[in-house]
């Protein structure tokens, strides 16, 4: 029986080797940023609260609604997000005290009454609708600092 001789560049190309991964994006959001210290004195002024916030990003070259998804801290403080939706490549900020959702475009209100994070350390978890781990943010001293 003849042997059916196939040249390797062939193999490689049947295979899918030498083509562009297909990178599945294991963190479609991330946190990318925490301020955890207002600046001066925590005397709880919403001016204050607004100070201390947290920024998500959307690592997709698409938008992704954000209804459902949730933020909390390591006390169990739960902020679950309405809909909103993160534009391509879009970040929101997320301040802890009260204000009008989406305004400044892009800036959101937890609408808490007290600080939210920790200034000594803390861990945001960012939560999907099912309730699955998507992306954490953890620091142990206070912190102006991407995660
Ligand atoms: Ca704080």
């Not at 999907?128 to 998507?134: H, K, L, R």
Request: hydrophobic share 35%.
């Amino acid at each position: 029986m003849r042997k059916l001789l196939v040249p390797p560049a062939v193999v490689a190309a049947v295979l899918g080797f030498g083509a562009a991964p297909a990178s599945a994006v294991t963190k479609p959001v991330l946190f990318t940023y925490v301020y955890v210290d207002s600046p001066g004195t925590d005397n709880r002024t919403n001016t204050s609260l607004n100070q201390e916030y947290f920024k998500l990003t959307n690592q997709l070259d698409r938008p992704v609604s954000l209804k459902d998804w949730s933020v909390k801290d390591a006390a169990g403080k739960v902020i679950k997000f309405g809909a909103i939706t993160l534009p391509r490549k879009g970040t929101f900020t997320v301040h802890t005290g009260k204000g009008t959702q989406g305004s400044p475009a892009g800036h959101f209100y937890w609408g808490s009454g007290n600080y939210i994070w920790n200034n000594t350390g803390d861990t945001a978890t960012l939560r999907s609708p099912s309730g699955a781990t998507m992306d954490t943010c953890t620091w142990k001293k206070v912190v102006t600092t991407r995660c």
